[in-house]
């Protein structure tokens, strides 16, 4: 199964991998968005765009790759941006087809190992959008290439002079790839250190030159640090001009809130172990995700316990060790930017998988053409599933969203975007494609747009705050907020932005005016909508109860609903996020609504709610509920389930802590009050700390 002597890619190996490589990057480039997606599809094409600084720690390397690709004289600058994680998906296949030859005798289960890998779910949706996974997995596979080539298994003594050779380039390597995406690269570190280990006493011995070369590879951080000084339309955080203002950026300190959750719990780790489970059987179709638990069982014997030992730690550090690391809370949507991580993973599931193939066939004697059909339907299972998300999906809805959003703003609007599902298309199609050029975007946060009012490193949250208040104070143009709400001044609610009214300090006061170009966005991409992206369907989702809050402020008890209301209302209600809309529009319905009927929208969303609906949106469940026993007075049943609301997600965002915290009061009972305000300061302090 294995030959004798190290696999030394001939003239015709380097071939068919180019032809792997050619063939899968045809698929991407066919199935890639023409236009911007959701994810960090739409901020990796801006900062590629005007070569500006990406979020931390910045992935200064595939930004200069992405900036060469916008020169390409053909199609939107977003697809040009996409082409480019396209022929890294595609050159990652034609290196895990010299990898799979390199473990594995013959060359079936190399073109199986490649072409599964190429158009499994995960692997294939991110080499068709602007991300930096396929860049990475790329140069993951070339490490491990090179690695087999310098220590081949069942290899004890010195390296050859052709492994030596290998050595500097590893590093080199090694540093660049560090430049696209470093915490998955560490994470993976310590394989390459049992792979490579008969080489450790040179490796000591070349130690200081090795590593000056690894040096070289981190280069663009330095251009990207220098970059940074300059006035960027795109630049995260701002100009990073001291120590600590770098550390701070390049060691993600930012996203320590995000990384460790403080509601997450053991739970949340079992659920997202059991997600990756499901992932890894759904990556291969199971049937391959078979063959490469075989290949796993039987490596220890044909690859020697070094390699074994060393495709094992591969697959655990991005995966499983990973998942132990991460503080997440487990939700669709947190799953959803946990499932690219463990990208590396799976291409050693591939490598598995060939070899497991390779095993089966020679264990049951299968003739050549046997084996031909058996490698040719396991892949074309695979192609099915992966075509199924990839091919069926709609990768368009970001882009619709975000044009709808530009066609319905007031002229000469200031847009303060609150997050990347909105600010990263609408700023695509404004600050690229020209779009709405009357209009002013703002980031509240400071942190992605180069128009910022303040450096968010420097500036304290209040001084945030009363920064950005100020900015809408003065402004003569209309003021309005994407996909958040403004607590100082009345609204005009138009569903997909809602307009400051500066004619009254009620915050409570909300018109609701939805346009026509909204309303027919809805009908067509809201309503019946459930995107098999995770993503996506998030914000499908808040929207979703977004609309039927509004719709449920408007309903009149004096007037029925209009035959098309009334058939929103009886389908918004089968969906849990619109029967909980409904809910929290009814009780905010200024002529007020039967407790029973509120009630009975809440009912309809407990039956509907989704397993792994975000903890937030549990929450806000018995929250509403909550309130609702509150206004009947039932004073008991209302602290149960604001106390559920405040142990399901308890973050200091959370508005059942002030409510709760008001029913106790109304109690009489002020140290259980009081005990609520301690809760909340100390969530502040972890969360801070």
């Avoid at 002229?411 to 695509?428: E, F, K, M, R, S």
Wanted: contains cysteine.
């Amino acid at each position: 199964m294995t030959s004798a002597e190290p696999f030394r890619p001939k003239r015709a190996d380097w071939l068919q991998a180019g032809i792997v490589a050619a063939a899968l990057f045809a698929l991407y480039a066919a199935s890639a968005p023409r236009s911007v997606a959701l994810e960090d599809d739409g901020l990796f094409i801006l900062s590629s765009y005007f070569l500006g600084i990406e979020h931390p720690p910045g992935y200064p390397l595939f930004t200069l790759i992405g900036h060469l690709f916008t020169y390409l004289p053909f199609a939107s600058v977003a697809y040009r941006v996409h082409l480019a994680s396209a022929m890294f998906g595609a050159l990652t296949c034609g290196a895990a087809w010299l990898c799979a030859r390199a473990l594995v005798g013959g060359r079936l289960p190399a073109y199986l190992a490649a072409l599964a890998l190429g158009v499994s779910p995960v692997f294939w949706s991110q080499a068709i959008i602007a991300e930096v996974y396929t860049l990475n997995t790329f140069f993951f596979l070339s490490l491990v290439f090179m690695g087999l080539q310098a220590c081949p298994p069942f290899l004890q003594g010195a390296a050859s002079g052709h492994g030596s050779r290998l050595l500097p380039w590893m590093a080199l390597v090694f540093g660049l790839s560090m430049s696209n995406h470093y915490p998955l690269m560490l994470l993976v570190a310590p394989a390459f250190v049992v792979l490579l280990w008969p080489l450790r006493r040179e490796l000591l011995q070349r130690f200081g030159a090795l590593s000056w070369l690894v040096i070289l590879g981190l280069a663009p951080y330095v251009w990207m640090v220098r970059r940074s000084w300059m006035a960027l339309p795109i630049s995260f955080d701002g100009p990073l001009e001291t120590i600590q203002e770098i550390f701070f950026f390049l060691s993600r300190a930012g996203y320590a809130g995000v990384d460790q959750s403080v509601s997450a719990s053991w739970l949340d780790h079992v659920r997202f172990f059991e997600f990756f489970c499901r992932e890894l059987l759904r990556q291969f179709a199971v049937i391959g995700t078979l063959a490469a638990a075989a290949g796993f069982a039987v490596q220890w014997r044909i690859l020697g316990r070094r390699v074994a030992a060393f495709m094992t730690v591969a697959f655990l550090m991005p995966s499983v060790v990973l998942l132990l690391l991460l503080g997440f809370d487990y939700d669709s949507f947190r799953a959803h930017v946990f499932h690219v991580y463990p990208l590396p993973a799976y291409a050693i599931g591939a490598l598995w998988m060939a070899l497991g193939f390779a095993w089966a066939a020679q264990r049951y004697a299968l003739r050549p053409a046997h084996e031909l059909a058996a490698g040719a339907a396991v892949l074309a299972v695979i192609f099915a599933v992966g075509a199924r998300i990839n091919l069926l999906g709609s990768d368009d809805w970001g882009a619709q969203y975000a044009q709808t959003v530009l066609k319905t703003l007031p002229p000469n609007a200031v847009v303060i975007t609150t997050g990347d599902p909105d600010l990263a298309p609408i700023a695509y199609f404004h600050m690229i494609e020209n779009q709405r050029p009357d209009i002013t975007l703002y980031d509240p946060k400071g942190m992605i747009l180069g128009n910022r009012l303040f450096h968010p490193l420097r500036t304290d949250a209040e001084t945030q705050h009363r920064v950005v208040d100020q900015m809408i104070d003065e402004q003569t143009k209309p003021v309005v907020f994407t996909l958040d709400t403004y607590p100082r001044y009345a609204q005009r609610d138009h569903w997909l932005f809602v307009e400051v009214d500066k004619s009254s300090t009620d915050a409570e006061q909300v018109a609701v005016d939805i346009p026509a170009e909204a309303g027919r966005f809805f009908e067509q991409s809201i309503l019946g909508t459930y995107d098999v992206n995770a993503w996506v369907a998030f914000i499908q989702g808040e929207l979703r109860r977004h609309y039927a809050m509004l719709l449920a402020r408007t309903l009149s008890r004096a007037h029925p609903p209009d035959e098309g209301t009334r058939q929103q209302i009886d389908f918004l209600a089968k969906d849990f996020y619109g029967a909980l809309g409904i809910a929290e529009g009814l009780l905010a319905n200024k002529e007020g609504y039967a407790a029973g009927v509120v009630g009975g929208f809440l009912e309809k969303a407990r039956e509907a709610m989704p397993a792994d609906v975000p903890k937030e949106n549990l929450s806000r469940f018995f929250y509403i509920r909550g309130v609702l026993r509150a206004n009947v007075r039932d004073s008991a049943g209302a602290t149960r389930d604001l106390e559920t609301a405040v142990s399901v997600w308890p973050s200091p965002g959370n508005a059942a802590f002030k409510e709760l915290q008001n029913q106790y009061r109304r109690a009489g009972d002020e140290k259980a009050a009081s005990a609520v305000e301690e809760r909340v300061r100390q969530l502040k302090s972890r969360k801070s700390g």
